[in-house]
């Protein structure tokens, strides 16, 4: 975990929340698929970034969940305390950005999974000419250098680059994106010229990260709201596995899903209710994508190649390959 999640009661949100109002400078609510968050902070720049990131929330509607955002010298850096009950996190000491907003999504994901059978997936959401690609990996296994790659062609929109919500909905999984703007990274035009442009736009944080709008790029018309998965890609990155590519069952993908936590380190509540919950979700989802796992050791150009076979991007005149 980049960071420290403590359980706190009912009664200790009170007494910090009290503590705490008194230093609120910016309160702004956003709509993350449907709930209300509402952040509370001193912080001017973060409050700015959150604003450029998530969809405003009409003042007037009532919070269903609350992030109390701050420095404090008495504090550990990157501690989160959190209560379930009141869907309340009190975070310290964040620089990075990326896991303020992964704590809003993650709050939000609490509050849909116990009562909408709605569920997060801390992965990229792709929509195709053949339905809709989720990819999975863990941190370093290129996430999001392949989600980029595929957005150079013309035929791919997306819902999510970094996290999306999902539901069963009879046979289907239906996909649902909620950041209004992209969060990328400062390298993503080293290894993709075609979005020199965007890069050389964006205002980086410390961090090397910056909050754009793809839609500048890609055009409006190329950012979805929602999708249908037809296709799973899980990436790993294994110098020792010959194979660049491999169908799973649904058996074997669940074991990866489970050994690597849902590929999701920002889960904030982790019993058994909710292993439950997630362990379902995921059945239902393998159940009804095609499964491929994807070794991304190799050069990425190689790499996209395989994706865009795997997902049905052919060029004009291409035929699929064996691999």
Known sequence: MPYTVIPISIET??????????????ELKSDIYGCCIKLLTD???????????????????????????????????N???YDRQSKTAFLFNFRYYGWIKSIALSIAGD??????????????????????????????????????????DAR???????????????????AYGSEKNFYIRADLAQIWPEF??????????????????????????????????????ILQRDADEPQIKKDLDPRA???????????????????????????????????RARIVCVNTIHPPEQIQHIIRETVGLYAEGEKPTSV
């Open 13 to 26: 949100k009170e007494e910090r929340a009290n503590q705490c109002t008194a230093r609120v400078r910016y």
């Open 43 to 77: 912080s001017r720049e973060l409050t700015e970034q959150w604003s450029d990131n998530f969809y405003n929330m009409s003042q007037s509607i009532r919070s269903h969940g609350r992030l109390f955002v701050f420095s404090d010298t008495s504090e550990k850096e």
């Open 79 to 81: 501690t989160v305390y």
């Open 111 to 152: 509050i849909l999974e116990d009562e909408h059978d709605i569920y997060s997936v801390h992965g990229a959401c792709l929509d195709t000419e053949c339905g809709g690609v989720a990819i999975l990996g863990a941190s370093g296994a290129g996430k999001t250098t392949h989600t980029y790659g595929l957005l150079r």
């Open 156 to 174: 791919v929109r997306v819902i999510s680059d970094d996290w999306f919500f999902a539901r069963v909905y009879g046979r289907d999984i239906l």
């Open 196 to 233: 020199a442009d965007l890069v050389s736009q964006a205002q980086f944080d410390p961090e090397g990260r910056a909050i754009v709008d793809l839609r500048s790029v890609v055009g409006k018309g190329r950012i979805l709201p929602l999708t249908t998965i037809r296709v799973l890609i």
């Open 253 to 287: 993908a669940m074991a990866v899903i489970k050994e690597n936590a849902y590929f999701n380190p920002h889960l904030l509540v982790k019993d058994g209710f909710k292993t439950q919950l997630r362990d379902a979700f995921f059945h239902s989802l393998l159940a």
